[in-house]
């Protein structure tokens, strides 16, 4: 596994992650915890990572989506999502900007677990596209 923006006085960014969902103790932390295993469904060879003071991100081959926790909203950040396919919409978040999309899920809201595994997949697949395409010069 790919080494993580931690220190070892830290622990791994899996610990990490781990901890941040069980000090939420909440519906943030069972969203969250959610969140992380359908990332994990839709790719198993996803790296965990923690950066810009403790949010966990879910990376391969650059970032696929960051998952943010608010009092309100848990964001999930898709770094290339305007770049995205979204067919059911899932989007609902920062839908303004060239480059980024969002998804705020709310207390009580469910997410479309086959449709956000889709998003992953298709994230990852411009991410290997992006590594793999010769650079201009």
Not at 16 to 22: L, N, P, V, W
Not at 56 to 72: C, N, Q, R, S
Request: hydrophobic share 40%; glycine share 6%.
């Amino acid at each position: 596994m790919k080494k993580s923006d931690s220190t070892p006085a830290e622990g791994s960014a899996s610990e990490q992650i781990d901890a941040k969902i069980a000090a939420l103790g909440d519906w943030r932390g069972e969203a969250l915890a959610r969140i992380r295993a359908l990332v994990h469904e839709a790719d198993p060879e996803v790296v965990e990572t923690v950066k810009w003071g403790r949010v966990p991100v879910w990376e391969h081959d650059g970032i696929l989506t960051t998952g943010e926790t608010y009092k309100a909203a848990v964001k999930l950040t898709f770094a290339k999502g305007a770049s995205l396919p979204d067919p059911t919409d899932l989007f609902n978040a920062s839908l303004e900007g060239n480059l980024r999309r969002a998804i705020d899920i709310h207390d009580g809201e469910t997410l479309d677990a086959e449709a956000f595994k889709a998003l992953i997949r298709a994230a990852v697949a411009l991410n290997v596209s992006k590594k793999n395409k010769p650079k201009k010069r």
